[in-house]
């Protein structure tokens, strides 16, 4: 029975084989069968034998049909590397492209924000710089409204004056014509009374001729002796009383005994009453010898300085306005209106100039009732121009410290007239000049009203350079007397000018040398830190 299995066995291993065989593709069957050459033979082995073979050969097909598998996949597998390689290579690139757009991409945004940061800073500096000139606009919209209604007034005046010297006129006329009409009547009763007495009637006449022209050159050197009285007064007021003014900052001014509230008021109020008055006569100054104007205008100049403590100030503000714009401008008179000083007044002098006199005194006594009273911005600008001129000159250092001009200057230099700021630091800095009249100028400036109001200004942000420059060189020179430390650490002003050379760039070098000195003067640095600086 076994040897009945086997060839069962064998039949079907080799219908199996078969079966595989013919799976396997032709061709390659034909390449690697070896039973054609052993078929005759194969009839004379055991059955095991081709059993075991026919299995070994099966194993062979199949190894050789992975074997082709295995390299078919190897091939797919290394076309799909070298792919992959191909795209890590890309996307390397595209890494790479991505870092630099990135890196392009900060600095757009960087460069982006400096230039909003600088259109925001030019934005807010335009935004001031209108309103400013806004404001500039509205003072001169105002000034030109006030001006205009006062046009108008005057205008009115005029036309009503007018109208009533048509009337006065025209009632002179008749008045004269029945004067001549009475004196005629007069003439013929006397003519009749003395009966024909011709020698008499001579007389007559002749004294009616003679005592009409009489009276006006008596009158006129009347007038002529009574302006002269007046400016010998107003100039022994003015030196004797008007001229002492109290300091406005207590203890400003220790040299000097302060007078007495109750003496100093009632100068006050009589300087109130006498100043409209004073602004009425400019008016008749054209009519006036020159040589008389500066001590009328000196009069004013300490009235207005005594009124500078005075609370009714505020109350005469169309005075002042009035008076500055006079005084500025000059007064001309049309024609002789007064016939009793046609023999002490010039009859072509005309016109009374104050701001723009040849006159150095006068001049510069107008300039500084300019600064006192006027507001616009012009005037001022033309003011202070002047007194820079003239304060380049000796005779102009010695009649600012006669005038005690320091705190007149002081009134303008605050932050608020910016377009007025440098000509008021430049008239300060003539005054630092090396002359006679430095070290009077520094005592003058030796108070707490200068060291505030320099105080006020440093700390204003964003100080302008050329202004901080010329301050400093002020306060250097005041940083050399000894009694002035206490006033520099009483407003903090050593505190800013340690922040300041802090901050400031060492290409200022000539801002950083007079910081550097003002401090080594007070004593907040030392000899070799300051030497170091100033090498280089």
Known sequence: MENDALPMSMASSRLQTGCFSGSVDTPLRHAIDPRPRVSKKQGLLPHQISQIYDELYHIHMKLQYETTAQRKFAEELQKREQFLAEREQLLFRHETA????????????????????????????????????????????????????????????????????????????????????????????????????????????????????????????????????????????????????????????????????????DIQEKCVKLLPMMTEQLQWMPLVNAKLHEPFVRFIYWTLRQLDASAQHSTMTSTLRRLGEDVFKGVTMKGTQDNSLEHSVDNKAKTAMFFKSSSLSLRFLSTLIVLKTVTQVDYLAQAFDSLCLDLKTDEGKTLFLEYQAVPVILKHLRISSKGLLSNVIDSLLQMTVESKSLQPFLEACSNSLFFRTCSVLLRTPKLDLHILEKLSIILQKLSKIKSNKKLFEVFTIHLMLQEIQRTTHPEHAFLCINLNSTLFNLGLTKCNSLVASTSH
């Open 98 to 265: 991505l870092s630099k757009s990135k890196g392009v991409k900060e600095e757009v945004l960087t460069r982006f924000q400096i230039l909003k940061e600088q259109y925001s800073t030019e934005v807010e500096h335009l935004t001031e710089a209108l309103k400013e000139k806004n404001k500039e606009n509205k003072r001169m919209k105002s000034s030109f409204d006030s001006l205009r209604e006062l046009n108008d007034n005057l205008r009115k005046q005029l036309n009503e004056v007018s109208e009533e010297n048509k009337k006065m006129e025209i009632q002179a006329k008749r008045v004269q014509a029945r004067l001549d009409n009475l004196q005629r009547k007069y003439e013929f009763m006397t003519v009749q009374r003395l009966k024909g007495d011709s020698h008499a009637a001579h007389e007559v006449r002749s004294s009616k001729q003679e005592k009409a022209p009489a009276s006006k050159p008596f009158k006129a050197v009347l007038s002529g002796q009574v302006y002269e009285l007046l400016t010998v007064f107003m100039d022994w007021i003015s030196d004797r009383h008007l001229s002492k003014v109290e300091p406005e900052e207590p203890g400003a001014d220790s040299e000097k005994p302060p007078s007495k509230p109750s003496q100093r008021s």
